[in-house]
């Protein structure tokens, strides 16, 4: 029993690792959005901000686009060219994607420094690709509506996750010095 677990060391604690920064910072968003009413059709700051962001960035391609508070529902409804495209609900920010992202390197991290920055560039590279791939989804919706589905679905899913996967093999093979310990 005890060879077994001096064997498998690595992985439980990379496991370890893991699941205490995933629960401990999925406990602070979680207690971040209860601040908010969704009865009330309240949106938290964050989504606010990626919505702000991307109408901004919707700016480049149209002068006529907003960003307005849904009525209805907790979430704020995009407009482009004058017409309702999208709307960003609390999901469309990104952050559980951030805190899944942050947590995988955390636990295959060793200097707390190189660690440290490479969390927050990466959170930065998530965060600017999320709302260009909002914005480009908010484009395609208005060109191509009949194609949402599969928009909305699976292109962009794959796409955020693909770049946080690239990050994730980018680094353990080069950064987290994982490689070179085990070599």
Not at 23 to 44: G, P, R, S
Not at 65 to 86: C, G, M, N, Q, T
Not at 164 to 180: A, D, E, M, R
Request: with cysteine; glycine share 4%.
């Amino acid at each position: 029993m005890k060879n077994n677990l001096l064997q498998y060391k690595p992985f439980f604690t990379f496991l370890t690792k893991f699941l205490l920064f995933y629960v401990v910072f999925t406990f602070i968003y979680k207690m971040y959005l209860d601040q908010y009413d969704v009865t009330k059709n309240e949106v938290d700051f964050f989504t606010e901000i990626v919505a702000k962001q991307t109408e901004n960035l919707l700016g480049i391609f149209t002068e006529s686009k907003a960003s307005l508070p849904h009525d209805k529902e907790p979430s704020v409804k995009l407009f482009y060219k004058d017409r309702f495209i999208a709307r960003i609900i609390e999901g469309c920010n990104a952050i559980s994607v951030i805190i899944l992202y942050a947590a995988f390197i955390f636990a295959f991290s060793s200097q707390w420094k190189k660690t440290t920055l490479y969390i927050i560039l990466g959170v930065l590279l998530i965060h600017i690709l999320n709302i260009i791939r909002i914005a480009l989804l908010v484009v395609l919706l208005y060109y191509y509506p009949q194609h949402g589905e599969i928009l909305h679905g699976t292109f962009f899913p794959l796409f955020i996750y693909g770049v946080v996967f690239l990050l994730w093999i980018l680094w353990v093979t080069k950064f987290s010095g994982y490689v070179k310990r085990t070599s």
